[in-house]
């Protein structure tokens, strides 16, 4: 709209999608509730600050009510503010008919251009039955019907890690099943191994790795547990099986692009998402540009985060109007929304390393903790890291990486420095308020060598 141009959203379900309803915005209603009984539980930590709180309490409905308010809070938001800028919105489900035409409830839409953003539904390997209830995803986790005393999560990223921290706060013990041979495979090592000390092993957690769970079978709550096979991961001979209370499947998530005919654009996915080049632009199964489709989000691949998809979606604006702006997705942050947090930009340190093997180049790390600083010290949580990855050449940044209070806030000086070319040294001479937060990311920057 700012742009001077008409615009329609087609809705087949209801507006603000994943992120809004099912996604970011309610899971972070329940960690704010959970974290707080967490604290409000921790007798030792309030009694270094001079507190002292009996017989903590919550109510479940009452938090899960919280979650489920603020969705509806922010979508119908979204709805009058989308409605106040005059976008048509347009119920039904989409369907290409060409590139320029688009059929929705018996009823047919002409545009110049076309954006595809369906997102993306929970993925669920072979052999597990959801039955919303005992065996369910990410989707009915956040109702919080009932807390289960045993919960197994099958994968130990983002989604299943924040909701143990919601489970164990309310009181549940978890078991993590990884396929992978080490817990939280998708982070840098060192700040997995930080993360592992922090946010499992004090708490009531266990996991297994290296094995799948290869048949889920839902229970009846109170009556009857749910048993999940496990199968080790090379040889998916079964291995052993477990009882549980419940189950959270937490496997990641997959495209939502069935049912849109892209065949009558000649419009081939691979595994689901529609192909894309860097301004977004839809590809052919030649190769070839669809001329005025485009794809943002989780449908293409890229990047599957919600400020990812809205980044996306202004590039491709732009270059709807001549303006080539290109997403630099190593400069797109991500947070885990644990208790501490954990936010990175860029390369882990083994990519990084891999990377400059592969290229030729020696790379620099620098790191610096907590501990030393003024403001986690008040609040008598020090425990984390932050680091900083660059070429040691060139002072391109790589990668940053943080572990600790409000890590989710302060990755944004690093972010922001990679999408604006900026050399690590260019960050040596900034200034921090004190006593802050940023002082961690501002004790990494000043460790950057003079070139």
């Not at 947090?341 to 340190?349: C, D, N, P, R």
């Not at 010290?377 to 020090?382: C, I, T, V």
């Not at 990486?401 to 806030?409: E, K, Q, S, Y």
């Amino acid at each position: 709209m700012e742009c001077g141009l008409k615009t329609a959203i087609i809705e087949g379900d209801v507006i603000g999608g994943t992120c809004v309803n099912r996604g970011c915005v309610p899971s972070k209603a329940l960690l704010a509730a959970s974290g707080r009984v967490r604290d409000m539980k921790n007798a030792d930590h309030l009694k270094m600050l001079g507190i002292e709180v009996d017989d903590v309490r919550f109510d479940r409905q009452g938090i899960a009510d919280h979650a489920t308010g603020l969705a509806t809070n922010i979508r119908n938001n979204l709805t009058n503010s989308m409605k106040g800028l005059g976008v048509d919105i347009l119920l039904g489900a989409a369907t290409l008919r060409d590139n320029h035409t688009i059929s929705y409830s018996n009823k047919k839409c002409t545009a110049k251009n076309i954006i595809i953003a369906t997102g993306s539904t929970p993925f669920v390997p072979p052999g597990i039955e959801i039955d919303g209830k005992t065996v369910f995803t990410s989707d009915d986790a956040l109702k919080l019907d009932w807390i289960p005393p045993w919960v197994a999560i099958i994968g130990s990223g983002y989604i299943g890690l924040e909701f143990s921290d919601v489970y164990t706060a309310l009181g549940s013990d978890v078991t993590f099943i990884e396929a992978m041979p080490k817990i939280m495979p998708g982070f840098d090592a060192e700040i997995g191994k930080q993360a592992e000390r922090i946010l499992i092993q004090p708490r009531n957690i266990d996991y297994v790795t290296d094995v799948l769970a290869t048949k889920v079978t839902p229970g009846i709550p109170g009556e009857k547990p749910v048993t999940i096979e496990l199968s080790d991961f090379k040889t998916r001979e079964v291995v052993d099986q477990m009882e549980v209370d419940a189950c959270l499947v937490a496997t990641g998530r997959a495209p939502y692009t069935e049912g849109l005919n892209l065949e009558a654009i000649s419009v081939e996915t691979q595994r689901g998402f529609v192909p894309v080049n860097e301004k977004m632009q839809v590809l052919d199964k030649d190769g070839g540009v669809v001329e005025g489709v485009w794809c943002i989000g989780d449908a293409n691949g890229k990047m599957m985060l919600a400020h990812a998809a809205s980044a996306q979606g202004i590039a491709a604006i732009e270059c709807m109007q001549g303006r080539d702006r290109v997403l630099n997705h190593n400069s797109v942050p991500a947070a885990c929304f644990t208790h501490p947090e954990v936010s990175f930009v860029g390369l882990t340190e083994e990519q990084a390393r891999d990377k400059a093997k592969e290229e030729g180049f020696e790379i620099t790390v620098k790191k610096t903790s907590f501990k030393a600083n003024s403001k986690a010290l008040a609040e008598k949580e020090a425990d984390g890291m932050a680091k900083l990855i660059y070429r040691s050449d060139t002072q391109e940044i790589l990668g940053m990486w943080i572990m600790g209070l409000h890590a989710a806030d302060l990755i944004h000086e690093a972010s922001n420095a990679i999408n604006n070319g900026m050399k690590a040294t260019d960050l040596k001479f900034a200034v921090h308020a004190h006593p802050t937060l940023a002082e961690v990311v501002d004790e990494v920057f000043k460790q950057v060598e003079h070139v």
